[in-house]
């Protein structure tokens, strides 16, 4: 395994995994999680791509979030459940080159570069608020139960958000297979099902001193954290947006039927008819929308870096990526609803299972409110009010 060391490889690679991926997406879609993707997950790690954010200075090639957001766009259009897998792996990567150690980074970003993905266990359930957490590290052993724990099932080490003795945010990094550490594959749900982000439990847990990081005070200073790991989730909108579109004109072009209706006015094909033109070409324009505005957002990345000069630069980085996951959020969703109402009702038959776009959209669409992106960027613009300094903007 090579990790690619510019765009041109890398690109190259998810190029290749795609190619991979694609052909078992609708099977992984249908086990769901009875069936662990294992294979599937194996590509991915053996790709090299895991290791292309590794900063220079610790032996990685630091490549920007251009690379990083067009190579997650190409795997999400072959398989959008797999893209998600590592989408917490690099926002660890990212923590650990701005908080990390000098001995913790050497040890992780080595395994990384070797293939090694870092799972997450960051999200709880119950208590008022999000960051109401019940997981806890006391005398360096870590004790708590995580939900959503995306990638952690098949990955080498999981990072995990908890509270330290005085009630401070901590990210702890644990192996995978250490004692006390169980995953389970009980992630049900109506898309992005091969995921398999279930259930992570921690009993007492040995955690190294090296391996545990003020995760606090990551969100005390202006970040761009929040903001590339939003840019992933903006990709994989996009990459199944995209998808939709593909399928939408594969179908229309091999498959469908001209309506009744068409037919008396001329259509000898589906795609004769005006308005299966006019609604294609209304949402191929608004797939390119997001795909610009993709691409937009992680120049801007690009151009403050991974540390922000200030808080300025910090909320332009935030709200650019915000404009983009909110719109790719809306048009993915769009894009699985109106492949059938071009299609027709054939293009419902569960053989082609098309509508896992739909499904994977709307679950992944809703790991956070886009409504909330609006706002802030309104506010913003009308009221000078700088975003929220947090892991969701």
């Known amino acids: 395994m090579a990790v690619p ?35 599937a997950v194996a590509a991915l790690d053996a790709s090299g791509l895991l290791g292309i954010t590794v900063p220079r200075s610790e032996g990685g090639p630091g490549l920007g979030m251009g690379t990083l957001a067009e190579a997650i766009r190409i795997i999400a259009a072959a398989d959008p459940a797999i893209a998600q897998v590592p989408q917490g792996h690099f926002l660890i990567v990212d923590v650990l080159a701005v908080h990390g150690t000098a001995e913790t980074r050497k040890r992780i970003f080595g395994e990384v570069l070797a293939g090694r993905r870092i799972g997450n266990a960051l999200a709880e359930r119950g208590g008022k608020h999000a960051q109401d957490l019940r997981t806890a590290i006391s005398d360096g052993r870590l004790d708590g139960v995580k939900y959503y724990t ?111 209706e068409a037919i008396r006015h001329g259509a000898a094909a589906a795609v004769d008819d005006p308005h299966v033109r006019y609604r294609y070409g209304r949402l191929a324009s608004r797939v390119r ?64 299972d098309l509508d896992r776009h739909w499904r994977n959209a709307r679950t992944h669409s809703v790991h956070d409110p886009v409504d909330w992106k609006y706002a802030h960027i309104a506010a913003y613009d009308l009221a000078d009010q700088l975003p929220p300094n947090h892991g969701q903007l």
């Not at 690109?11 to 294979?39: N, S």
């Not at 027709?344 to 053989?351: Q, V, Y």
């Open 289 to 352: 929308a997001a795909e610009a505005l993709l691409e937009s957002a992680a120049r801007t990345l690009d151009g403050i870096g991974l540390v922000p000069a200030d808080a300025e630069a910090a909320a332009r980085g935030s709200l650019a990526v915000a404009a983009a996951k909110a719109f790719a959020s809306e048009i993915a969703v769009e894009a699985g609803s109106e492949l059938f109402a071009l299609c027709g009702t054939s293009s419902a038959a569960a053989k082609y």
């Open 150 to 260: 995306t990638g952690a099932l098949t990955s080498a080490w999981i990072a995990v958000s908890a509270l330290d003795e005085n009630g401070r945010l901590v990210l702890a990094i644990v192996p995978r297979d250490a004692e006390g550490v169980s995953v389970d594959s009980d992630w049900d749900t109506v898309g992005q099902r091969a995921t398999i982000s279930g259930t992570a439990t921690f009993r007492s847990v040995p955690v190294e001193p090296g391996m545990r990081i003020d995760y606090a005070h990551a969100y005390e200073v202006p970040q761009q954290l929040g903001a590339r790991a939003q840019l992933v989730h903006t990709a994989i909108e996009v990459g199944i947006a995209g998808a939709a579109q593909r399928d939408a004109r594969w179908y229309l072009r091999d498959k469908a039927r001209p309506s009744t």
């Open 5 to 39: 060391q510019n765009h041109e490889e890398a690109i190259t690679a998810a190029r290749r995994l795609a190619e991979v991926l694609e052909p078992g997406a609708i099977r992984r879609d249908r086990d769901g999680a009875t069936v662990v993707p294992v294979e």
